[in-house]
């Protein structure tokens, strides 16, 4: 599954990659001109789907 976050969301990366690592999720970030990517483990990517959405975020 890719998630695409838009460019003109300032700071997000930073809010997002702070709660993965709150619950000791480590992730590999790569931004582009167009957007960031949050790339997980496999073996992390439910618990970060639940962590993120019980922190308010939305995941399509």
């Known amino acids: ?8 969301l300032i700071g997000i990366l930073s809010k997002l990659s702070g709660i993965l ?3 000791k999720i480590g992730i590999f ?4 001109f167009n957007t960031d990517y949050i790339l997980v ?5 439910e ?3 639940a962590v993120l959405s019980n922190a308010g975020y939305t995941v399509i």
């Open 47 to 49: 618990k970060s789907l």
């Open 21 to 23: 690592a709150d619950n």
């Open 29 to 32: 970030a790569v931004s582009t």
């Open 1 to 8: 599954m890719q998630g695409i976050l838009d460019f003109s």
């Open 41 to 45: 483990k496999d073996a992390d990517f």
